[in-house]
């Protein structure tokens, strides 16, 4: 798929057909997600790919917005060693951006969904809420899920006419 054609074109999905995704596709992403540059090339994430109906399930309780997980066949979840590396949010962002590209050159859907720095109650963090559902290690940050599947829904990319050029400065800050 040209590049172009996928930035453009490429829309957060929260409504998923019942399909599952073929190992094939989920091996591609989690390639994609591996081939993701990272600082020094230290490669701080680690990455557990959810196709268990009944844990996608429980990780869509992991905060409100995540509910949208438990329409998802597939739950590619982000995790970081912070002891690796001093910017691994700025990896684990790269990481998500290569698993979103990715499975929208399948023509899958997909949804980044926020986990670090969120809660799921007033007693307890999301990220420790997914990290004792998956069985996570303490030493590893949860940053994100993203929800992938068949989209049951059909978006089309943002007009250029509403891109807000006005962000984009050349040489010095104004112009």
Known sequence: MDFWHLITNRRSIRQYQPKAVEAERVDQIMEAALRAPSSQNLQPCEFIAVTDPE??????????????????????????????CDVWIENAAIAATFICLAAEALDLGHCWLQIRERRHSPE????DF??????IPAQLRVVSIIAIGYPAEEKVGHPREELKFEKIHQDIYGN
């Open 130 to 135: 997914v990290r004792k559902v998956l069985q």
């Open 124 to 127: 307890q963090t999301a990220e």
């Open 55 to 84: 844990v996608i399930g429980e990780l869509a309780k992991a905060r409100p917005r995540t509910s949208i997980l438990s329409g998802a066949p597939l739950a590619m979840v982000i995790c970081v060693d912070p002891e690796k």
